[in-house]
């Protein structure tokens, strides 16, 4: 039986009117309606749909809550990298900000679009012809979890977007975030049922999106402000940050009203200024002010450094301080044998967080301070993250706390402890055979951006060291499916998981190889470079002092480090295990060792820019092939590029490639590149 076009009609008018209102409500600030009436709205139409349920579509505002509960979150790749922000702690950080973005645009004059940080969840949403199709965490910048039924139950969020002259996709980034006044009642709400009340607002939002069944998370009242987009391809956006965004909640994107435009380091400083004075009077919480170069061509010619880019920095706001009291001093050892002392704390409230622990840093720092077990300190969340004492109280001090002596011996295993000329830092000597070290090592191993094996927790691994069944991250692959099993909190199927990831995980790449072995200095970016510098793990491994200062990044420091690393057997063992048991990356294309093999290639010493989506490879994939040939990626297209690779759905890059005359290809004509050099 068909639905009458008068039907069809009364619900797309319904519809219409409950996203007009949603968008009154959530994006101007601006209702139009009493809730009672609202929700008369939202009746009739699920009274329609009811009996025509053939109207039903996935953008209706009835669907936002009803599917069924998911038993994990998969993964998704963002297209364009999420990356974090560098951060300013003073006005001289942020003046060195302007004067270096005045050097690389020379020019004396910035205009910069400014708006509060929020403490939220930092999400991107995609839309396709207006339509909400996905929801993906942050993530590691490269990948998150797909949130996608959860992010629909937040009303904050449009499920279509309003009007008609949207690109053809969209991809909306901001914050998730739940409001002080939201939390408050959240709170209440759970001492009333006799439930665990939340520690914060922003440990509220994240307990509440990364539920796996959608109808809890719609309970939750959780906001939505957007302060960027990522991939667009269709209809142009605005030439300008600020307008860009402000374009937004036309299509029904909340956008905060606290966004504005200043120019130059005064400007900035004057705003900070501004919202620090109104903070304590916002109803969500924030940690910074965040300075962005409004002109997007600007943006493009500042470019990015390997996680941040370099046309914005967060302003972190003063962290918050209180007064509590130290219970003990602890030493905790780390997976490079660092002994830290740790403050245990009587509980206090700091920035919105409850503390019982602060580091002390190292015995130096304890000395300076003077801070001893039964002392009244001033704690700060240094950042707004990590909890520091700044001070003892000395009157406040009981008569007979004792000055802390650091042990000359390692409160894990026994073993000496020591410490290297110019460091500060003490260190257990005992290396993978102090069992916190091995822990620690472990978890680092086992990481995401390591060897990424899911399932593998600091619980399971602390019991894998306990029962003495893994010395070595080697040790790892030859446990068996009986083993895990046996262990608590596990079982056949946990089992069965860990054995799956554990294998997934030998199909790797040198870098996450390289950063996995915990290498005293070679964080993710170092790792790279030696990657892509070396091109092989031989090479790495029989590189001279010498040899290794010449990788960027690389100083006398690191290079000592990893030649020293490669050159102890217990390493050289391990690294021997590990790929005989293995694990392998791709060493198809022929790995140049010297600089006239590299300068034959079509990339080596050119400069290329990626865009578009790629069908055939992931981004990660096509840069790596890039970097293997001996080109330069970079992030944004100036006169310098020498080629633009196009995908599907290129925009303003590939528009800007034309202008400037930059020599295109498609991603065919890459591959057949690539391919040319396999032969």
Same mark, same amino acid.
């Given at each position: 039986?068909?639905?009458?076009?008068?039907?069809?009609?009364?619900?797309?008018?319904?519809?219409?009117?409950?996203?007009?209102?949603?968008?009154?409500?959530?994006?101007?600030?601006?209702?139009?309606?009493?809730?009672?009436?609202?929700?008369?709205?939202?009746?009739?139409?699920?009274?329609?749909?009811?009996? #025509?349920?053939?109207?039903?579509?996935?953008?209706?505002?009835?669907?936002?809550?009803?599917?069924?509960?998911?038993?994990?979150?998969?993964?998704?790749?963002?297209?364009?990298?999420?990356?974090?922000?560098?951060?300013?702690?003073?006005?001289?950080?942020?003046?060195?900000?302007?004067?270096?973005?005045?050097?690389?645009?020379?020019?004396?004059?910035?205009?910069?679009?400014?708006?509060?940080?929020?403490?939220?969840?930092?999400?991107?949403?995609?839309?396709?012809?207006?339509?909400?199709?996905?929801?993906?965490?942050?993530?590691?910048?490269?990948?998150?979890?797909?949130?996608?039924?959860?992010?629909?139950?937040?009303?904050?969020?449009?499920?279509?977007?309003?009007?008609?002259?949207?690109?053809?996709?969209?991809?909306?980034? *901001?914050?998730?975030?739940?409001?002080?006044?939201?939390?408050?009642?959240?709170?209440?709400?759970?001492?009333? +049922?006799?439930?665990?009340?939340?520690?914060?607002?922003?440990?509220?939002?994240?307990?509440?999106?990364?539920?796996?069944?959608?109808?809890?998370?719609?309970?939750?009242?959780?906001?939505?402000?957007?302060?960027?987009?990522?991939?667009?391809? *269709?209809?142009?956006?605005?030439?300008?940050?600020?307008?860009?965004?402000?374009?937004?909640?036309?299509?029904?994107?909340?956008?905060?009203?606290?966004?504005?435009?200043?120019?130059?380091?005064?400007? =900035?400083?004057?705003?900070?200024?501004?919202?620090?004075?109104?903070?304590?009077?916002?109803?969500?919480?924030?940690?910074?002010?965040?300075?962005?170069?409004?002109?997007?061509?600007?943006?493009?010619?500042?470019?990015? /450094?390997?996680?941040?880019?370099?046309?914005?920095?967060?302003?972190?706001?003063?962290?918050?301080?209180?007064?509590?009291?130290?219970?003990?001093?602890?030493?905790?050892?780390?997976?490079?044998?660092?002994?830290?002392?740790?403050?245990?704390?009587?509980?206090?409230?700091?920035?919105?967080?409850?503390?019982?622990?602060?580091?002390? #840093?190292? @015995?130096?720092?304890?000395?300076?301070?003077?801070?001893?077990?039964?002392?009244?300190?001033?704690?700060?969340?240094?950042?707004?993250?990590?909890?520091?004492?700044?001070?003892? /109280?000395?009157?406040?001090?009981?008569?007979? %706390?004792?000055?802390?002596?650091?042990?000359? @011996? =390692?409160?894990? &295993?026994? %073993?000496?402890?020591?410490?290297?000329?110019?460091?500060?830092?003490?260190? &257990?000597?005992?290396?993978?055979? =102090?069992?916190?070290?091995?822990?620690?090592?472990?978890? !680092?191993?086992?990481?995401?951006?390591?060897? $990424?094996?899911?399932?593998?927790?600091?619980?399971?691994?602390?019991?894998?060291?306990?029962?003495?069944?893994?010395?070595?991250?080697?040790?790892?692959?030859?446990?068996?499916?009986?083993?895990?099993?046996?262990?608590?909190?596990?079982?056949?199927?946990?089992?069965?998981?860990?054995?799956?990831?554990? $294998?997934?995980?030998?199909?790797?790449?040198?870098?996450?190889?390289?950063?996995?072995?915990?290498?005293?200095?070679?964080?993710?970016?170092?790792?790279?470079?030696?990657?892509?510098?070396?091109?092989?793990?031989?090479?790495?491994?029989?590189?001279?002092?010498?040899?290794?200062?010449?990788?960027?990044?690389?100083?006398?420091?690191? %290079?000592?480090?990893? #030649? !020293?690393?490669?050159?102890?057997?217990?390493?050289?063992?391990?690294?021997?295990?590990?790929?005989?048991?293995?694990?392998?990356?791709?060493?198809?294309?022929?790995?140049? $060792?010297?600089?006239?093999?590299?300068?034959?290639?079509?990339?080596?010493?050119?400069?290329?820019?990626?865009?578009?989506?790629?069908?055939?490879?992931?981004?990660?994939?096509?840069?790596?092939?890039?970097?293997?040939?001996?080109?330069?990626?970079?992030?944004?297209?100036?006169? +310098?590029? $020498?080629?633009?690779?196009?995908?599907?759905?290129?925009?303003? +890059?590939?528009?800007?490639?034309?202008?400037?005359?930059?020599?295109?290809?498609?991603?065919?004509?890459?591959?057949?590149?690539?391919?040319?050099?396999?032969?």
């Amino acid at each position: 039986m068909s639905v009458s076009p008068e039907i069809t009609q009364q619900v797309l008018a319904l519809r219409d009117t409950i996203n007009q209102h949603n968008h009154a409500y959530y994006v101007l600030d601006d209702p139009q309606l009493p809730d009672k009436e609202y929700d008369k709205l939202v009746r009739a139409l699920e009274a329609l749909e009811a009996q #025509h349920p053939e109207l039903v579509s996935p953008d209706s505002p009835t669907q936002r809550v009803g599917a069924t509960p998911l038993t994990t979150f998969n993964s998704v790749q963002h297209v364009i990298p999420m990356l974090s922000l560098s951060n300013a702690f003073d006005a001289q950080e942020v003046a060195d900000f302007e004067q270096r973005i005045e050097e690389k645009l020379a020019t004396t004059t910035v205009e910069f679009a400014v708006e509060p940080k929020l403490d939220g969840l930092a999400i991107s949403l995609r839309y396709e012809d207006g339509v909400l199709v996905q929801a993906a965490t942050r993530g590691d910048g490269r990948s998150g979890e797909d949130v996608t039924q959860n992010v629909r139950t937040i009303a904050a969020i449009p499920l279509r977007l309003l009007g008609d002259d949207y690109p053809k996709v969209l991809e909306v980034r *901001g914050e998730i975030f739940m409001s002080k006044t939201g939390f408050n009642a959240l709170n209440q709400q759970q001492r009333t +049922k006799g439930e665990k009340t939340f520690a914060n607002p922003r440990n509220a939002a994240a307990g509440s999106l990364r539920q796996l069944d959608a109808k809890i998370t719609a309970k939750r009242p959780l906001r939505f402000y957007a302060y960027a987009v990522g991939e667009v391809t *269709g209809t142009p956006l605005a030439s300008h940050h600020a307008d860009m965004l402000r374009g937004l909640k036309k299509w029904g994107i909340p956008v905060t009203d606290l966004l504005d435009v200043v120019t130059g380091s005064q400007g =900035c400083l004057d705003y900070y200024t501004k919202i620090l004075a109104q903070r304590d009077h916002l109803d969500f919480d924030i940690d910074g002010v965040v300075y962005k170069v409004n002109q997007l061509s600007q943006q493009e010619t500042m470019g990015f /450094v390997s996680r941040a880019p370099r046309w914005a920095v967060a302003h972190k706001l003063p962290a918050q301080e209180a007064l509590t009291t130290v219970n003990s001093i602890e030493i905790q050892v780390g997976r490079t044998g660092a002994l830290t002392p740790v403050a245990r704390l009587v509980a206090v409230e700091v920035g919105g967080v409850t503390v019982t622990n602060a580091t002390l #840093h190292n @015995q130096d720092e304890i000395t300076r301070k003077d801070i001893r077990a039964g002392d009244t300190v001033i704690v700060r969340r240094a950042g707004d993250v990590i909890p520091e004492v700044v001070r003892s /109280v000395p009157e406040k001090r009981p008569d007979n %706390a004792p000055v802390f002596v650091f042990p000359t @011996q =390692c409160p894990v &295993c026994a %073993a000496p402890v020591s410490q290297e000329e110019g460091e500060a830092v003490i260190r &257990c000597s005992a290396g993978l055979s =102090c069992a916190a070290q091995r822990k620690q090592a472990l978890q !680092h191993f086992a990481s995401r951006r390591a060897m $990424d094996i899911s399932g593998l927790g600091e619980k399971i691994i602390d019991q894998v060291i306990d029962k003495q069944l893994v010395h070595t991250p080697a040790e790892l692959y030859q446990l068996t499916q009986d083993q895990w099993a046996n262990l608590e909190r596990m079982g056949e199927k946990s089992a069965i998981k860990v054995m799956k990831a554990l $294998d997934k995980s030998k199909q790797t790449t040198l870098a996450r190889f390289l950063y996995a072995l915990g290498i005293r200095e070679v964080g993710e970016s170092t790792a790279r470079s030696l990657a892509n510098h070396f091109y092989t793990l031989a090479a790495i491994e029989s590189a001279s002092l010498e040899q290794l200062q010449k990788v960027d990044d690389v100083g006398e420091i690191v %290079a000592k480090n990893v #030649h !020293h690393f490669f050159r102890q057997a217990v390493n050289q063992q391990v690294v021997q295990q590990l790929r005989s048991l293995g694990i392998h990356w791709d060493e198809t294309i022929p790995k140049p $060792d010297n600089k006239e093999v590299r300068e034959s290639t079509r990339f080596t010493n050119k400069t290329v820019v990626l865009t578009g989506t790629l069908t055939q490879l992931t981004r990660d994939e096509a840069k790596q092939h890039l970097l293997d040939m001996g080109a330069k990626v970079s992030s944004s297209i100036s006169k +310098k590029t $020498d080629y633009l690779i196009a995908g599907d759905n290129a925009g303003s +890059k590939l528009k800007k490639a034309e202008s400037l005359g930059v020599e295109t290809l498609d991603e065919q004509s890459f591959i057949d590149t690539v391919n040319e050099l396999k032969q």
